[in-house]
């Protein structure tokens, strides 16, 4: 699954990331964020840093510094 948080304010993709990780079907096993490198620092670091969830085994860094993956449980 992959959604993409450009745009968004880091509250609203933040509130957006735990609503979809929340409904998120059990066979969904991984999310890979969107989040962009040059204006989406702000965005990353809320994804990498501060972004908590039941769901979440860990968060991987990709080649792409524009994107996380999430690994869910």
């Given at each position: 699954m992959e959604v993409d948080i450009h745009g968004m304010t880091s509250r609203e993709a933040k509130r957006d990331l735990e609503q979809l990780l929340s409904r998120a079907d059990?066979?969904?096993k991984e999310v890979r964020v969107v989040h962009g490198y040059h204006n989406g620092q702000v965005l990353r670091d809320m994804v990498r840093r501060q972004?908590?969830?039941p769901r979440i085994?860990?968060?991987l860094l990709c080649l792409n510094p524009g994107e996380?993956?999430?690994i869910l449980k």
């Open positions: 059990k066979n969904i972004l908590k969830h085994a860990s968060k996380t993956r999430l």
